[in-house]
């Protein structure tokens, strides 16, 4: 009832940066929160970044200081900056959102994007 769909992955050098969009559409009463997590190749997925809807951010260490969400409301998109990535970096970057959709507005469910691959390698 809620898609969420990426972009802005690609291929970048170490120390380069990308910037990551997640475009929500559906239904859509309100969105709590949303975020980014990834998954690199035989690894569980983890969680980069979350957004509230009042401003409140989390990140991981890993992450922390070369990353940043942010979000435009109206629009309901969450973006991810990131800078001086990593080979580490490497992963298919999903969006994450909780969210009211109509007529349900009374509960909040959470969806999945389909994800956006991130490659850093020199």
């Known amino acids: 009832q809620v898609q969420l769909v990426e972009s802005g992955g690609g291929l970048v050098r170490p120390g380069g940066s990308l910037r990551l969009s997640c475009a929500a559409s559906?239904?859509?009463?309100?969105?709590?929160?949303m975020g980014w997590y990834r998954q690199a190749p035989g690894k569980e997925r983890e969680l980069v970044a979350t957004?509230?809807?009042?401003?409140?951010?989390k990140y991981a260490d890993s992450v922390k200081g070369r990353f940043t969400i942010s979000r435009d409301n109206a629009k309901n998109t969450v973006y991810l900056q990131m800078n001086s990535l990593k080979p580490e970096d490497t992963a298919v970057y999903y969006c994450?959102?909780?969210?009211?959709?109509?007529?349900?507005?009374?509960?909040?469910?959470?969806?999945w994007g389909q994800g956006t691959q991130v490659t850093v390698s020199s």
């Open positions: 994450n959102a909780d969210a009211r959709v109509w007529p349900t507005s009374w509960r909040t469910d959470n969806y």
């Open positions: 559906g239904s859509i009463v309100a969105i709590d929160t």
């Open positions: 957004l509230t809807m009042i401003g409140s951010s």
